[in-house]
């Protein structure tokens, strides 16, 4: 097993007023040489975006985009047509493709929104663009993974055009489940929302990550109650 340790003390931080944001991985004004990407795991933004404020639209190109709103709501419109609100509960993925414009903006005028926005590199480049949105049940996910993300529809989650999965779990005090990575030769990137565990024998509290590969399973031990999303990706690249 080999593990890279992402404390959230070390992400990289931007404040724009109306935009407050850590990135995992370098991102816009914000670099780090030995933080560039996990495998095919290019981007993870921890966004809060001010009442009313958001992001104009702007073009992107082959790559895999998911939103996982953390609390509040986003106001989402791009060129496949769609034009709807993503809530708390959703999860919503852009395959770019060969290219899509979109925007995404707070959907309150006057309560912040915390969300997630995810890039992993395609497996196939410029496929046509598609937009997809689910609705998951949280308690589902009580001490046990609900896959969001999956290339495989019959997983139930939204379709990703990688050999790549995204899951969630809430764990209780002193609980422990395993994560088996699907695909041969993937890694797995933790990404603790709340509370404490113990992953490849390394404590992680609120916002810290681990990146974990050449790993037949994977432990997760929560101390407290806890939050965790677990993002599966091909190792291609380096670190």
């Known amino acids: 097993m080999k593990t890279i340790f992402h404390p959230a003390g070390e992400r990289g931080k931007v ?3 109306w935009l407050n944001s850590h990135h995992s991985f370098s991102f816009g004004h914000w670099y780090h040489p030995d933080k560039v990407h996990f495998g095919a795991l290019r981007v993870l933004n921890d966004d809060q975006v001010r009442g009313g404020a958001g992001f104009g639209t702007h073009p992107h190109d ?36 060969s290219g899509i414009q979109h925007s995404e903006y707070n959907a309150s005028k006057t309560e912040a929104v915390n969300f997630l926005q995810v890039w992993v590199y395609p497996k196939l480049q410029n496929i046509t663009p598609r937009y997809e949105q689910k609705t998951f049940d949280a308690t589902r996910r009580n001490n046990q993974w609900q896959i969001v993300v999956s290339p495989d529809e019959k997983d139930g ?50 916002r810290d990550a681990i990146g974990v590969w050449d790993a037949a399973s994977i432990a997760v031990s929560a101390t407290e109650n806890t939050r965790i999303l677990a993002i599966e990706v091909p190792m291609t690249g380096e670190n």
Do not use: C
């Open 157 to 206: 989650g939204v379709w990703i055009n990688q050999d790549s999965l995204f899951a969630l779990a809430q764990l209780d005090g002193g609980k422990s489940i395993d994560y088996s990575p699907r695909f041969a030769g993937n890694g797995v990137f933790f990404f603790l929302l709340e509370g404490s565990a113990e992953i490849g024998g390394q404590h992680l509290g609120q």
């Open 62 to 97: 082959n790559m895999e985009i998911v939103s996982i709103p953390l609390s509040g709501a986003l106001a989402h419109k791009d060129s496949t047509g769609t034009d709807g609100i993503i809530n708390t509960g959703d999860v919503q993925i852009m395959s770019a493709g």
């Open 15 to 17: 404040d724009f007023g």
